[in-house]
T-cell receptor, first 116, second 117 residues
Framework: AQKVTQAQTEISVVEKEDVTLDCVYETRDTTYYLFWYKQPPSGELVFLIR??????QNEISGRYSWNFQKSTSSFNFTITASQVVDSAVYFC?????????????FGTGTSLTVIP | NAGVTQTPKFQVLKTGQSMTLQCAQDMNHEYMSWYRQDPGMGLRLIHYSVGAGITDQGEVPNGYNVSRSTTEDFPLRLLSAAPSQTSVYFCASSYSIPAGGKTDTQYFGPGTRLTVL
């Protein structure tokens, strides 16, 4: 069965600190995709990154970086030098070939608060 | 492109009332879906469509109907609203469905916050 676990329900950091959001997934498929979405207080869901299971190269985009490790089934997200605008709920999601409809399996989200 | 649009943004219903949540996209996406977001539960798939005229159930379809008469529109109907359907509803779309190992990023609308009294 597919499952995405975000064990951290809420995290608070002081501005300029680094913070890592954890994501652990379960799937039987060898081909799958992982995603991160950001949901700011305004409520919309903003796509951040997509990673396929054959690409374990870590990615950096500005202050954001992602660490994909198949050995531990993890896809962690790090924000460097956090800013108040990073305050949001972050969702990790999994999509694999076990379904016919491009279904995303979402984690329960991590609420990040960056304190000025 | 407007992307994925949803109307209304907010809605209050009484138990037993029916209504339709509208979703439209102007990106010529084949795949569209509806999710509901509840506190502590992430997003759960209600229904999805892989193209005009084709719909299927997701994880939590009971109490909801959908149709897909055009590529652009994918309305979600609540036949007889219940308090358990109080939630935030998101519509999403993407170019393709899983085929040959491919999947595609889903883009979400702004959401509809529904309260059923």
């Amino acid at each position: 069965a597919q499952k995405v676990t975000q064990a951290q329900t809420e995290i608070s950091v002081v501005e300029k600190e680094d913070v890592t959001l954890d994501c652990v997934y379960e799937t039987r498929d060898t081909t799958y995709y992982l995603f991160w979405y950001k949901q700011p207080p305004s409520g919309e869901l903003v796509f951040l990154i997509r990673r396929n299971s054959f690409d374990e190269q870590n990615e950096i985009s500005g202050r954001y970086s992602w660490n994909f490790q198949k050995s531990t089934s993890s896809f962690n997200f790090t924000i460097t030098a956090s800013q108040v605008v990073d305050s949001a709920v972050y969702f990790c999601a999994l999509s694999d070939l076990s379904n016919t409809g491009n279904q995303f399996y979402f984690g329960t989200g991590t609420s990040l608060t960056v304190i000025p | 492109n407007a992307g994925v649009t949803q109307t209304p943004k907010f809605q209050v219903l009484k138990t037993g009332q029916s209504m339709t949540l509208q979703c439209a996209q102007d990106m010529n996406h084949e795949y569209m879906s509806w999710y509901r977001q509840d506190p502590g539960m992430g997003l759960r798939l209600i229904h999805y469509s892989v193209g005009a005229g084709i719909t299927d159930q997701g994880e939590v379809p009971n109490g909801y109907n959908v149709s897909r008469s055009t590529t652009e529109d994918f309305p979600l109907r609540l036949l007889s609203a219940a308090p358990s359907q109080t939630s935030v509803y998101f519509c999403a779309s993407s170019y393709s469905i899983p085929a040959g190992g491919k999947t595609d990023t889903q883009y979400f609308g702004p959401g509809t916050r529904l309260t059923v009294l």
